[in-house]
């Protein structure tokens, strides 16, 4: 265009022309600043739904550690109330195992009194059982002579009690005696015990089983009582048991 025709002179033309560029160039830069603030304001947008989610799952969370926390109070509840009902029996067995203790304390007392008691009366039965043994010999001296010779033609005098010494060992025969049978000699081997077991019969065994003669030997057991297992291991060998009231 002729600036000159127009009546728009060169210079006007010009500044006309640098003014219409520097408004060009501040739209230009206002357009760059609103997209770049239109981005900002999307991530800023973004940002606030990733906060809200956010707030939301902490939401969630704490609800859940508030169900935790709830079923840990009724856990504690009722760990509280068994602890409480463990004490309650606790304190019954203390009371239970004080009771045993006190009763323990007294059946000791009274086993020892019982003890004391049976040792007394073990001597008591020792100093009877020497009298009542002195006793049946006597009745044994009187009665077994007049025994033997009714029942098995054995003719004796009197026993007597006989002490016989075998390799150092001192045997006793409360029951000794020399006699005839059949016009044989016979030694009559006699044991007078008030009250004989089994256990006496084996220990007379014991005894006479050490002593040797060249006579023909007579077994005897007197006494005021004979259990039946005395006389089994009796009769087995060869052992007569004569009680007090046989005739």
């Excluded at 947008?45 to 799952?57: D, G, I, L, P, S």
């Excluded at 019954?92 to 049976?118: I, N, Y």
């Excluded at 000794?176 to 077991?197: F, H, M, N, T």
């Amino acid at each position: 265009m002729n600036s000159e025709r127009s009546g728009v002179t060169a210079e006007l033309y010009k500044a006309v022309v640098a003014i219409v560029d520097d408004r060009v160039k501040e739209i230009r830069v206002t357009r760059e600043d609103f997209d770049e603030l239109r981005r900002a304001v999307d991530e800023l947008a973004e940002a606030q739904v990733r906060t809200e989610k956010r707030v939301e799952e902490l939401v969630e969370v704490q609800v859940r550690a508030e169900r935790r926390i709830g079923r840990l109070e009724d856990a504690v509840e009722r760990l509280t109330q068994a602890q409480a009902s463990t004490e309650e029996r606790m304190g019954r067995l203390e009371d239970a195992v004080e009771r045993l203790a006190q009763a323990q304390a007294k059946t000791e007392e009274t086993v020892e009194r019982l003890v004391k008691a049976q040792r007394e009366l073990s001597v008591e039965v020792g100093k009877l059982s020497a009298t009542i043994g002195f006793g049946i010999e006597d009745i044994g001296r009187v009665v077994l002579p007049g025994y033997l010779e009714r029942h098995f033609g054995i003719e004796v005098e009197e026993l007597e009690r006989k002490f016989f010494l075998v390799d150092d060992e001192e045997i006793e025969i409360n029951l000794y005696g020399e006699g005839v049978k059949d016009e044989k000699e016979v030694i009559i081997l006699g044991e007078a015990k008030s009250r004989i077991y089994r256990r006496e019969v084996g220990d007379y065994i014991q005894d006479t089983s050490k002593l040797i003669f060249r006579e023909e030997v007579f077994k005897v057991m007197f006494g005021f009582f004979i259990h039946p297992s005395a006389t089994e291991l009796a009769e087995k060998e060869g052992i007569v048991l004569v009680a007090s009231y046989q005739r």
